[in-house]
């Protein structure tokens, strides 16, 4: 096992996702697997897009499944990340990451194509300016790891957690058109083939410590 993910036995683990179902996509194995190792894992959901009180409720069973504590920072109103002034995103995540104290944060890659996942890269980056934790960086879909650069700099081993990641990612009843659960397994394996686990997932270490 990576022993950069030993350390966080235990530790808090604060992990930012724009939307709904990205962090189930993009990091919920590794989540699941951290929780079930006894960390104490807050998923931070930026903001709940379209059809609020029914994603939120899938929100809420996603995390459930993957052992988290969820938090929706712009739960009081429906809106886009673009529409959020940057610092005040920023002093959001300050407050966030002041309240939880991680040893390690996961957020989304800066390579990720979706507009406002680099924004909540960005606004991740700079509220740990002050903060001496690890960060790791995911892609939050299997057709953006297919069509980005620079991932598999490292690995997480989900064998044990691949199942929950999966049942996860099916909580997000309203998205399922759109979210391939092969796909998700399959991209599982092909890494964990990659780095010598049955599943895997890959990060990008943006600060890791040693
Ligand atoms: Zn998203």
Redesign the pocket.
Known sequence: MNRIFDEEKGGRVLAF???P??LEVGAGGLLARLAEEGAQVTMAVVSVPNRAEERTKEARAGAKIIGAQLFIVYEERQCRVEDIPMHELVRRFDALVGDVKPDLVITHSAHDL?W??GLVNRATVSALRRTPCDLLAYL?SPEMNAQSRSLGQCFADVSVSIDKKIEAISAHKSQLANLDLDSSRDLARALGRLSGYAYAESYEALRVRI
């Open positions: 996702g724009a939307h179902d990205d979706h406002d996942h939050s």
